[in-house]
């Protein structure tokens, strides 16, 4: 009886353990592999060395060479994503951005914008949410965010993908164009090629334009391009390295184009080491709990129901002990008298 209750402990164990390893392959993994409600805030810079730009100082319109650094700050809304209801409920995050575009010789401000969005958890995608916005010219502007735009989804995949871009307020695809190093971590490559694409602008903002840079038009537009490349960690989804090469244009109806923006921004190496080590801590603890522990639960559990059937068996296969004060019969004891 000892032997089968040890037996049977440790086969009891033994299963404990198989369903504690199933339980973090398909229950706490999948929980990991979403964007946590206490994510910390991230700073991206990308600069752009000898670029051309549309400045304006005090009203005055000119277009400067020189340097830019843009910074990019993601703010997880932590008391906003708790406010969230509906089909929101949970399945998405708010997050507050901003951007300042600035020249690094004289820090003046060139450009800025300020939003807010929901994020799926998982797809990492933008949804619809009604307090969205957008905030580029010093008001806040109802926009209807959708596809990629900080973030790429857990177990990224190679295929096109939708990336939002801010300047045409719309989406455009991103393909898949190949597997790359990005120190150590094996990243996709997902390129977004935009080409001269007109900018929907208030005809007072080009009109403005138009009185100092093309003087004796009295119309036009501003077309844009963009060449651009992102290098995604395929496990998380997140952004490794990005690469913006941007030109505006204001063609008017009479005389030669003027260029507005002319700019190849690039993660600097600073960035790109933060959001490689980012990327890796979470990859650590997605194999930790989704692969290695549950392996170890694994052979420790096969081991101890093995144990335990083997006790089992060796218990029920061993005889009972005889009683120690048994009267043997000999051929010594007298016989028993006949009647």
Same mark, same amino acid.
């Given at each position: 009886m000892k032997h089968r209750a040890i037996g049977a402990v440790l086969f009891g164990s033994g299963i404990l353990l198989l369903a504690l390893a199933a339980g973090l392959v398909f229950v706490v993994k999948p929980a990991m592999s979403k964007l946590p409600y206490d994510l910390e805030a991230s700073t991206s810079v990308?600069?752009?060395?000898?670029?051309?730009?549309?400045?304006?100082?005090?009203?005055?319109?000119?277009i400067n060479r020189a340097d830019l650094k843009s910074t990019v700050r993601v703010s997880p809304d932590a008391k906003t994503t708790g406010e969230l209801s509906g089909d929101?409920?949970?399945?998405?995050?708010?997050?507050?951005?901003?951007?300042?575009?600035?020249?690094?010789?004289?820090?003046?401000?060139?450009?800025?914008?300020g939003l807010a969005l929901a994020l799926d958890r998982v797809a990492g995608s933008a949804l619809d949410w009604n307090n969205q916005y957008l905030d580029d010219t010093g008001t806040r502007?109802?926009?209807?965010?959708?596809?990629?735009?900080?973030?790429?989804?857990?177990?990224?995949?190679? *295929? +096109?993908?939708?990336?939002?871009?801010?300047?045409?307020?719309?989406?455009?695809? /991103?393909? $898949?164009?190949?597997? #790359?190093d990005i120190k150590g971590i094996e990243s996709y490559r997902y390129e977004q090629v935009i080409t001269d694409e007109q900018l929907n602008l208030a005809e007072e903002r080009v009109k403005l334009l138009l009185g100092t840079l093309a003087p004796g038009a009295t119309s036009g537009k501003v077309v844009y391009s963009n060449n651009r490349t992102v290098w995604i960690d395929p496990v998380t989804g997140s952004f490794l390295k990005v690469?913006?090469?941007?030109? *505006? +244009?204001?063609?008017?109806?009479?005389?030669?184009?003027?260029?507005?923006?002319? /700019?190849? $921004?690039?993660?600097? #190496?600073?960035?790109?080491a933060a959001s490689v080590k980012r990327?890796?801590?979470?990859?650590?603890?997605?194999?930790?709990?989704?692969?290695?522990?549950?392996?170890?639960?694994?052979?420790?559990?096969?081991?101890?129901?093995?144990?335990?059937?083997?006790?089992?068996?060796?218990?029920?296969?061993?005889?009972?002990?005889?009683?120690?004060?048994?009267?043997?019969?000999?051929?010594?004891?007298?016989?028993?008298?006949?009647?």
């Amino acid at each position: 009886m000892k032997h089968r209750a040890i037996g049977a402990v440790l086969f009891g164990s033994g299963i404990l353990l198989l369903a504690l390893a199933a339980g973090l392959v398909f229950v706490v993994k999948p929980a990991m592999s979403k964007l946590p409600y206490d994510l910390e805030a991230s700073t991206s810079v990308a600069e752009a060395r000898g670029a051309t730009f549309l400045q304006i100082t005090n009203g005055n319109i000119a277009i400067n060479r020189a340097d830019l650094k843009s910074t990019v700050r993601v703010s997880p809304d932590a008391k906003t994503t708790g406010e969230l209801s509906g089909d929101l409920d949970g399945k998405a995050v708010v997050w507050q951005v901003g951007q300042t575009v600035e020249r690094t010789d004289s820090k003046e401000l060139v450009s800025a914008y300020g939003l807010a969005l929901a994020l799926d958890r998982v797809a990492g995608s933008a949804l619809d949410w009604n307090n969205q916005y957008l905030d580029d010219t010093g008001t806040r502007e109802k926009v209807q965010f959708s596809g990629q735009m900080y973030k790429f989804p857990f177990g990224a995949e190679k *295929k +096109t993908y939708q990336i939002y871009d801010r300047d045409l307020r719309g989406v455009r695809p /991103a393909e $898949f164009k190949g597997t #790359e190093d990005i120190k150590g971590i094996e990243s996709y490559r997902y390129e977004q090629v935009i080409t001269d694409e007109q900018l929907n602008l208030a005809e007072e903002r080009v009109k403005l334009l138009l009185g100092t840079l093309a003087p004796g038009a009295t119309s036009g537009k501003v077309v844009y391009s963009n060449n651009r490349t992102v290098w995604i960690d395929p496990v998380t989804g997140s952004f490794l390295k990005v690469r913006e090469v941007q030109r *505006k +244009t204001l063609v008017p109806d009479v005389g030669a184009p003027a260029t507005l923006l002319d /700019a190849d $921004f690039s993660y600097n #190496e600073e960035t790109v080491a933060a959001s490689v080590k980012r990327a890796e801590d979470s990859r650590q603890k997605l194999t930790l709990l989704g692969v290695w522990v549950p392996i170890g639960l694994v052979l420790l559990g096969l081991i101890l129901a093995a144990a335990g059937v083997l006790v089992a068996r060796r218990g029920a296969a061993k005889p009972d002990a005889e009683p120690r004060h048994r009267a043997d019969v000999t051929a010594e004891q007298p016989a028993v008298p006949g009647r």
